[in-house]
C-alpha cells in the first residue's frame, strides 16, 4: 500500500535546528517533493520543494536521497513562530495510478 | 492580488441539504484543487483540474461533484450532505508545471459543518 509517513509531533528548542523525515514508499519517478507549513485556522503555505539530492533556500533546506523513499525538511535555528505543523506532498503510484498524496504531518513545538 | 480565496468561509447544513463552495483565483493558474482536512489527518485530495472546462476524481471524491467552467474558478458542490463530510474545506491552484515553481497556493479553507 503506498503511503507517507511522518512522525506525529517533535519538541525543539529555540536556536536549534530541526530535522523532519517524510518517507514515501512508492513515489512517482518524475515530479517534486515539497513541503508545507501550517499554522491554525490556515491553509498551508509552501517552504521548500525538491527532486533530489539537496535544495536550500532562504528558511529551510531539503534533503532527498538517491532512492527517494523519503525526504528529509531541515529549518536551522528554529524560533518561537516556528510552531505549526508540517506537512510532505509527494505523488505516489498506486497501481497504474498516480495519486497526490499529503502527509499526515508533524506538529513542532518550538521552546523557548 | 488576492491569491485564492474561498467562499463562504463557515456554513452549518442539516443531513441532506446541499450547497456549492466557491473557489476563485486571480493568478491565472492552470491546475486547481479541492482537499478536506479532517482533525489529526492531512489534507485530502477530493477533486482537482487541470485547465478549464476538465474535472479529474482524486482520493476522496464520493459525494461530491465539481466544475470549472471558468478558469478562475473552480465549484465544489455537495448533492446531499452527510454528517460525514464535517470538514474544513481548502482549495488550492498551481501554474503550470516548470522548473522549480510547481508549489501550490492555498486559500484560507472552509469550515463546513453537517448537522
Known amino acids: 500500500l503506498a503511503k507517507t509517513t511522518q512522525p506525529i509531533s517533535m519538541d525543539s528548542y529555540e536556536g536549534q535546528e530541526v530535522n523532519i523525515t517524510c518517507s514515501h514508499n512508492?513515489?512517482?519517478?518524475?515530479?517534486?517533493i515539497t513541503w508545507y507549513q501550517q499554522f491554525p485556522s490556515q491553509g498551508p503555505r509552501f517552504i521548500i520543494q525538491?527532486?533530489?539530492t539537496k535544495v536550500t533556500n532562504e528558511v529551510a533546506s531539503l534533503f532527498i536521497p538517491a532512492d527517494r523513499k523519503s525526504s528529509t525538511l531541515s529549518l536551522p535555528r528554529v524560533s518561537l513562530s516556528d510552531t505549526a505543523v508540517y506537512y510532505c506532498l509527494v505523488v505516489l503510484l498506486s497501481g497504474s495510478a498516480r495519486q497526490l498524496t499529503f502527509g499526515s504531518g508533524t506538529q513542532l513545538t518550538v521552546l523557548p | 492580488n488576492a491569491g485564492v480565496t474561498q467562499t463562504p468561509k463557515f456554513r452549518v447544513l442539516k443531513t441532506g441539504q446541499s450547497m456549492t463552495l466557491l473557489c476563485a483565483q486571480d493568478?491565472?493558474?492552470?491546475?486547481m484543487y479541492w482537499y478536506r482536512q479532517d482533525p489529526g489527518m492531512g489534507l485530502r485530495l477530493i477533486h482537482y483540474s487541470v485547465g478549464e472546462g476538465t474535472t479529474a476524481k482524486g482520493e476522496v471524491p464520493d459525494g461530491y461533484n465539481v466544475s470549472r467552467l471558468k478558469k478562475q474558478n473552480f465549484l465544489l458542490g455537495l448533492e446531499s450532505a452527510a454528517p460525514s463530510q464535517t470538514s474544513v474545506y481548502f482549495c488550492?491552484?498551481?501554474?503550470?508545471?516548470?522548473?522549480?515553481?510547481?508549489?501550490?497556493?492555498f486559500g484560507p479553507g472552509t469550515r463546513l459543518t453537517v448537522l
Open positions: 493568478m491565472n493558474h492552470e491546475y
Open positions: 525538491g527532486y533530489k
Open positions: 512508492n513515489i512517482a519517478t518524475n515530479d517534486y
Open positions: 488550492a491552484s498551481r501554474s503550470l508545471p516548470s522548473e522549480g515553481h510547481n508549489e501550490q497556493f
